[in-house]
């Protein structure tokens, strides 16, 4: 297998991954490969047809096409070296500066040896397997993301009547989409007391088309023999479990999964990355560094994110870090200190601070609730959130000089 | 009176607003900032969306081009114009941007294209070369 040396491998042409190689790229890294197992880049934002992107970043709202469209143009006119249909089997670290990746690409097979790796994989759909739906399995069971990929990228319409399980941002997009072209959304169905998604999501894709939301229900089973035929829906009590008295079933053809995305890390745990099962990403330190020098991570890969814009700026901070992972031959050891999640939070990221630099804290709320507060009492920091929501990430930035002066740091909501 | 409920989406908190309109005196109770106050009255007296979907290429790399209206249309009409477009189609190549269809029910809005799609046989010579 040929072996090609490069200063940084991205692994991944999602936002996260583009915006890595293209803020690398102008840094003045040399030698940049960009590698992605699709046909195109963008990772999933070009089955993303609706509007909500980049408003943040641009002051303009895009749909996810047309920013992937503006972010593919910008590495391509930069110099980043770019395999696409480039699938990585393997990743391994060898030394402080050489990590390998073999890849298989329609180019031939390599061996990259490189000073530098942006992981940045994404995530993939949790299954109705892990949604613990049980029943037959005939045609007509899709994930969201496939339901996406089969209307808006392939023009493929994948039934008439839909029952959409999980509630996660993706699935209210989708009721939505199924609803305009003419197919009808019987329910959406949450296992929580509260929406997966944004609120934005519930109003403007549920709401605006009277699509009913069901809260603390599930789908327990499919039925069907090569087409699905109806699922049975419960209402579920306090302890999540469902109440046998409520079950009903619901005719239709198609059962939407939603229910929630998980980084994919098995070639960066292949490669010994410590992995934090709280967030399901590589533990991280302030450059985005997981447990292997040089190696950084980024997107959803490291966190499921619900918005692009902070893919995008965990690509472009792990670019820059790899930049001076470059120049510097590795970062100053430092004594790490390992931030504390408490009462109220699920997560919290990076997990890893030294105070070498100002660094932003992305962190998710266990439940929803008002009037609440986000301490970190060993810096005496209190800050007021009218309202917070698990499907919407809190970000806090903290200041290098007061990381550096903590002893210890805990995270909590009250 | 008219009466219209309104969630505000213009921050987590989601505030219900109250939207009342008597001999064309609106009010709106229920928000929590001023603007939530102009959200809660833009959302009942002319709610509007940018309407999306697909439509089908002639001759392309892929089978469909996403499209978006050019400016945000009146909310009830979402669905007749998702209606009106079934039919429309499109010749490969198409770029992001271009106009597909105008005025769009009368609106006054176009159709555009929301990503590239290159002709067919591009695909071909780009196999071809590899």
């Not at chain 1, 980024?298 to 966190?303: I, S």
């Amino acid at each position: 297998m040929p072996t090609r040396r490069v200063d940084l491998l991205v692994v991944g042409g999602g936002p996260a991954g583009l915006a890595a190689a293209a803020r690398a790229s102008e840094l003045g890294v040399r030698r940049v490969v960009l590698v992605d197992e699709r046909r195109w880049l963008g990772g999933i934002l070009p089955q993303c047809i609706h509007p909500g992107f980049g408003l943040h970043r641009y002051g303009r709202d895009m749909t996810g096409c047309e920013l992937a469209e503006k972010l593919i143009d910008r590495v391509s006119s930069l110099d980043v070296d770019v395999y696409t249909e480039a699938h990585t089997v393997r990743m391994g670290y060898e030394s402080y500066l050489s990590k390998t990746a073999e890849v298989l690409t329609p180019r031939g097979a390599f061996r990259f040896r490189a000073k530098t790796v942006v992981y940045a994989a994404g995530a993939r759909e949790r299954t109705c397997f892990e949604a613990g739906i049980v029943g037959s399995r005939p045609a007509g069971v899709y994930t969201a993301g496939e339901v996406q990929e089969m209307m808006d990228v392939w023009g493929i319409l994948p039934g008439r009547e839909a029952v959409v399980a999980g509630s996660g941002d993706v699935g209210l997009i989708v009721a939505r989409r199924l609803t305009l072209e003419g197919v009808k959304v019987k329910a959406v169905v949450e296992l929580m007391p509260y929406p997966g998604g944004l609120l934005r999501n519930v109003v403007q894709c549920l709401e605006d088309y009277q699509i009913p939301l069901l809260l603390s229900h599930v789908v327990l089973a499919v039925e069907g023999s090569k087409r699905v035929e109806s699922v049975l829906v419960a209402e579920v009590d306090e302890n999540l479990r469902a109440r046998e008295e409520t079950v009903k079933r619901i005719p239709c053809d198609l059962l939407v999964i939603a229910v929630g995305l998980i980084p994919r890390v098995e070639l960066l745990a292949g490669a010994g990355a410590m992995i934090d099962p709280k967030t399901g990403g590589p533990v991280v330190n302030e450059f985005l560094e997981t447990s292997l020098p040089g190696v950084f991570a980024a997107g959803n890969a490291l966190v499921i994110n619900d918005l692009v814009e902070h893919a995008m700026e965990q690509g472009e901070l792990a670019a820059e870090s790899a930049y001076r992972f470059i120049e510097d031959g590795g970062f100053r050891s430092a004594s790490w200190k390992r931030v504390r999640v408490g009462d109220g939070l699920r997560f919290v990221v990076p997990q890893l601070l030294a105070g070498f630099r100002d660094v932003k804290l992305y962190l998710r709320a266990s439940s929803p609730s008002e009037n609440a507060r986000l301490l970190i009492p060993e810096l005496g920091k209190s800050v007021r959130l009218r309202s917070v929501r698990p499907a919407e990430m809190i970000t806090l930035t903290l200041k290098a000089e007061d990381v550096l002066k903590a002893e210890r740091l805990t995270v909590k909501l009250v | 009176m008219r009466r219209i409920e309104v969630t505000c989406i213009l921050c987590p908190v989601g505030c219900r607003l109250t939207v009342t309109e008597e001999d064309g005196e609106w009010k709106v109770e229920g928000y929590g900032c001023r603007r939530g106050l102009a959200y809660g009255l833009e959302e009942a007296q002319n709610p509007s969306r940018v309407l999306i979907t697909v439509i089908p290429v002639d001759d392309g790399e892929l089978p469909v081009v996403p499209v978006k209206t050019s400016k945000p249309i009146p909310k009830n009409l979402l669905l007749k114009a998702s209606k009106a477009l079934a039919g429309l189609r499109v010749k490969a190549p198409v770029r992001l941007g271009q106009v597909i269809a105008r005025n769009l029910l009368d609106l006054d809005v176009n159709i555009v294209a929301t990503r590239s799609i290159k002709a067919r046989r591009d695909r071909v010579e780009a196999d071809g070369q590899k």
